[in-house]
T-cell receptor, first 116, second 114 residues
Framework: EAGVVQSPRYKIIEKKQPVAFWCNPISGHNTLYWYLQNLGQGPELLIRYENEEAVDDSQLPKDRFSAERLKGVDSTLKIQPAELGDSAVYLC??????????????FGPGTRLTVL | AQSVTQLGSHVSVSEGALVLLRCNYSSSVPPYLFWYVQYPNQGLQLLLKYTTGATLVKGINGFEAEFKKSETSFHLTKPSAHMSDAAEYFCAVSLTGGYQKVTFGTGTKLQVIP
């Protein structure tokens, strides 16, 4: 079974430029997450999708960040314009959420963004 | 709201020695607890999880953790460290029932000395 796929793995851009990250979750997983991981920190949730619906985007900086999950499968996270402080690893995860389940999340390898 | 505290951002052990990574949680109700491992330039991989039932949980790669409600702890152990165990380890907590947000600790970087 293929795991969570993310691309690109690394991205270097100059500040004020746009950038986009792509995620393909595990087949059949209804819930998709985007996390931000700063150096030396644990992942912090940016947005969660249940199928096509963004059900928790309270931590997403909406002035510059946007996300979409068309058809409830792949997802794209965009930053426009990027700032120096956006340098971090962006992790995508997916899970099959069910009543009584433990919400075990499966993570992709992440995209390491460097903003110069 | 739930939270986790990982004691020690860096832990060093000799190869073959006991590994002990500490995690304390805060939760208003009995939680689900997780340990994840992250190797360099990779995503997080689930080591083990506690949901209900037996408080001693066995995971992959010889790791185990014990849920101690009285101490609000979920420490991760391995009897004998291997060089391949060098990685960063994250403790995480969520409430129970359907979807609940998972909150991660700040991580503990494990160094294994040959």
């Amino acid at each position: 079974e293929a795991g969570v796929v993310q691309s690109p793995r690394y991205k270097i851009i100059e500040k004020k430029q746009p950038v986009a990250f792509w995620c393909n979750p595990i087949s059949g997983h209804n819930t998709l997450y985007w996390y931000l991981q700063n150096l030396g920190q644990g992942p912090e949730l940016l947005i969660r999708y249940e199928n096509e619906e963004a059900v928790d985007d309270s931590q997403l900086p909406k002035d510059r960040f946007s996300a979409e999950r068309l058809k409830g499968v792949d997802s794209t996270l965009k930053i426009q314009p990027a700032e120096l402080g956006d340098s971090a690893v962006y992790l995508c995860a997916s899970s099959l959420v069910s009543a009584g389940g433990s919400n075990e999340q499966f993570f992709g390898p992440g995209t390491r963004l460097t903003v110069l | 709201a739930q939270s986790v505290t990982q004691l020690g951002s860096h832990v060093s052990v000799s190869e073959g020695a006991l590994v002990l990574l500490r995690c304390n949680y805060s939760s208003s109700v009995p939680p689900y607890l997780f340990w994840y491992v992250q190797y360099p330039n990779q995503g997080l991989q689930l080591l083990l999880k506690y949901t209900t039932g037996a408080t001693l949980v066995k995971g992959i790669n010889g790791f185990e953790a014990e849920f101690k409600k009285s101490e609000t702890s979920f420490h991760l152990t391995k009897p004998s460290a291997h060089m391949s165990d060098a990685a960063e380890y994250f403790c995480a907590v969520s409430l129970t029932g359907g979807y609940q947000k998972v909150t991660f600790g700040t991580g503990t970087k494990l160094q294994v000395i040959p």
